[in-house]
């Protein structure tokens, strides 16, 4: 691919100005939703496809002061429909916006009151329940619940305190299950889940900072004792600029090792956009020009093409279009992030605006069945000079020339700089562009729910909840459950540290066997394909009871038990256990021991079989011990034990 400049990989931070800012969700493992009594567990996928969706429009509804939000009138021009399936254990009248919310879950506003006094945030003195407008379906009302609990505070940190700006609890979203360009299907057993959203201010200035910051929020939230784990239970969204750029939002880190990848990407990608902007004013590149470009119908051109996804296109009722980017010749291959290159940002933008699968431009060319001699007529019928690139468009016509106007636009504003967006998280640690960023239009009050006054009855309680630091975290869990630093550590900076106190709490099981299943087995049970980060607590909790039923275990019966548990589901902490022990050897005495207790449980019919209860004794026991010892020495402990049993009967 052809590329203009190269983006440099080594980046000083401090050079260019970095400050990064941190919102980080936690969904909150309460009694109940927010503003409802469902509880706040998912269901599975094969729940879900029995439920047949309720469907819904939304319009652009204007907020009180009489404007459009400019998201939420991106997503109102994509004209979709929303569907919800709703889980009956899940979901009731409230997420389906039926029923008015329910007052405010005190236990959320306990938590997020605890977390304001470990940092010293001003608690409010009255928490107002506040709707944010979201029109992208993933709330039913078209509004998120959210309420600010307090302001201020700080984060302690190696680089200097990072401040804190807010502390709110919000309802979460719906869980997006498809889309595609008609409809999108979300399920509404994540609706109403509480979140509390923590944010700081732009005070960081590394990626390496970043995520020590966004770790040491998670863990306060955790120590809580009330955040949810597992994939997605934790949103890390943060806000970047360099020097020269506007404020860019980027949505949904689940991990906390790709922050500082994002981090990284990203101001590649704005340096980038500024290397380009420079290079078109050099060339002396017009907005004006750029904007007045013509779309050009080229389908009789590229028919001729031996392009066959070009021909498929056509064939099935689209057309070809293209527009010239004057000046741009080189710069859409210009990679900004990791296999992203400018084009890709015009991708992104075409498919998002117009819903178009993606765009093909001169950079890439020749290249997709398209050849020079192609190539050639295209340039003349643009009307391309030697610095000049263009982009095609097939699809439907209104759609091609709607995904043209945007991506027309889209190369305007490189030539004036960066524009303010919101970009979601790529696996890689690459971002993409998202929406327009929400304007300040979007809060009102909700009126459904009056406003909490914060009394000293809810702090006093508050109090009890406050988090610890770390290290007296550790030093707790050294003490308590007796266990090593390096235990006690990794514990604590688990997932599982909570579940961890739960299970010893519940079963009275030995805390370092406990430990062991989420420190040194976690990889070997991996290797035999178990993922832990997958069981849900209910499995845990069957684990442990199955553990205490079976007394002293070891570490390798501890890979038997989750093995046994996690494979048959179906199996009650009885059954569990009893597999388990019919899967070790038995010695005779055991035998023995089994033998009678079995002849003394069916004493009448072996009384009424006399001589032929060898058979029936035999089959009851060899369904209990086969495979753990001889059958041969079976069989001579039973006729030994019968024949005892008989003759004590006739004396
Ligand atoms: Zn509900």
Request: some cysteine.
């Given at each position: ?5 190269t ?20 969904q ?61 254990t ?25 977390i ?32 600010i ?18 502390i709110?609890?919000e ?54 004792g009330?955040a ?9 969204d ?6 020269g750029s ?11 090792e ?22 078109l004013?050099?060339?002396?590149a ?16 590229l028919i ?46 075409a ?18 069945g ?11 019928a ?24 945007v ?10 700089g960066i ?9 890689d ?20 729910i ?33 266990l ?9 900076y ?16 030995n805390p370092?066997?406990?430990?062991m ?9 991996k ?36 093995e ?28 023995r ?40 020495i ?9 024949e ?8």
């Amino acid at each position: 691919m052809k590329a203009a400049i190269t983006v440099p990989k080594n980046i000083d931070y401090k050079d260019i100005g970095l400050k990064v800012g941190l919102e980080i969700h936690q969904q909150l493992n309460t009694r109940a939703k927010l503003f409802c009594n469902c509880p706040v567990s998912l269901v599975s996928d094969s729940t879900l496809s029995h439920l047949i969706p309720y469907e819904r429009f939304l319009r652009a509804t204007k907020s009180e002061l009489g404007e459009v939000d400019t998201a939420a009138a991106f997503e109102f021009q994509r004209q979709r429909v929303f569907k919800y399936l709703l889980p009956p254990t899940a979901s009731c009248l409230v997420e389906l916006d039926e029923e008015p919310p329910h007052p405010l879950n005190k236990e959320a506003l306990i938590t997020a009151l605890a977390i304001a006094l470990a940092i010293d945030s001003f608690i409010v003195d009255e928490v107002h329940v506040m709707r944010k407008i979201v029109i992208d379906g993933s709330n039913t009302t078209g509004f998120q619940r959210t309420a600010i609990v307090a302001l201020g505070g700080h984060i302690a940190d190696e680089n200097g305190d990072v401040r804190v700006q807010s502390i709110a609890i919000e309802e979460d979203a719906a869980r997006k299950i498809s889309e595609d360009v008609t409809s999108v299907t979300y399920s509404l057993d994540r609706l109403g889940i509480p979140l509390i959203e923590i944010s700081t201010a732009p005070d960081i200035t590394t990626p390496v900072q970043a995520r020590r910051i966004a770790e040491k929020i998670g863990l306060m939230l955790r120590f809580t004792g009330k955040a949810k784990r597992g994939i997605g239970t934790i949103r890390q969204d943060l806000n970047l600029s360099i020097s020269g750029s506007p404020k860019i939002e980027i949505k949904g880190i689940q991990k906390l090792e790709l922050i500082p990848k994002v981090i990284e990407e990203e101001v590649r990608r704005l340096i980038g956009l500024i290397m380009i902007r420079d290079l078109l004013i050099e060339r002396g590149a017009s907005v004006e020009e750029m904007k007045t470009q013509p779309i050009i119908d080229v389908t009789d051109i590229l028919i001729k093409s031996s392009s066959r996804f070009i021909l498929n296109a056509i064939k099935e009722g689209g057309k070809a279009y293209a527009i010239k980017a004057p000046k741009f010749d080189g710069i859409l291959g210009v990679e900004l992030q990791t296999n992203r290159r400018f084009g890709t940002e015009l991708a992104d933008y075409a498919r998002q605006w117009a819903g178009v699968k993606g765009i093909v431009h001169s950079d890439e060319l020749p290249g997709y069945g398209i050849n020079e001699s192609d190539i050639k007529e295209l340039r003349s019928a643009l009307e391309i000079k030697n610095s000049d690139a263009f982009i095609i468009v097939v699809d439907r016509p209104e759609k091609a020339k709607r995904a043209l106007e945007v991506v027309r636009d889209r190369c305007a504003m490189a030539i004036i700089g960066i524009p303010k967006e919101t970009r979601a998280a790529n696996d890689d640690g690459t971002t993409r562009y998202m929406r327009p960023q929400p304007g300040a239009a979007r809060m009102y009050p909700e009126t459904d729910i009056p406003p909490i006054r914060v009394t000293s009855e809810l702090i006093e309680e508050a109090k009890n909840l406050v988090p610890p630091t770390v290290e007296e975290k550790v030093s707790y869990f050294i003490k308590v459950y007796n266990l090593s630093f390096e235990l006690a550590k990794q514990l604590v900076y688990s997932e599982y540290m909570t579940l961890f106190e739960q299970l010893v709490g519940s079963y009275g099981v030995n805390p370092k066997i406990l430990a062991m299943l989420f420190t040194s087995l976690y990889g070997e049970l991996k290797k035999n394909g178990i993922d832990i980060d997958l069981l849900s607590d209910a499995t845990f909790h069957k684990i442990a009871s199955v553990i205490k039923s079976l007394g002293d275990v070891s570490k390798d019966d501890l890979l038997v038990i989750v093995e046994t548990v996690y494979r048959n589901p179906q199996l009650s902490v009885e059954e569990a256990v009893f597999q388990i022990k019919s899967q070790k050897t038995i010695d005779v005495s055991e035998l023995r021991e089994l033998v009678r207790s079995k002849i003394t449980a069916f004493a009448d019919e072996v009384k009424k079989r006399g001589d032929k209860a060898f058979q029936f004794i035999m089959g009851k026991i060899m369904n209990e011990v086969r495979g753990r010892i001889d059958g041969k020495i079976v069989a001579k402990v039973v006729k030994e034990e019968l024949e005892s049993f008989l003759k004590d009967m006739k004396t």
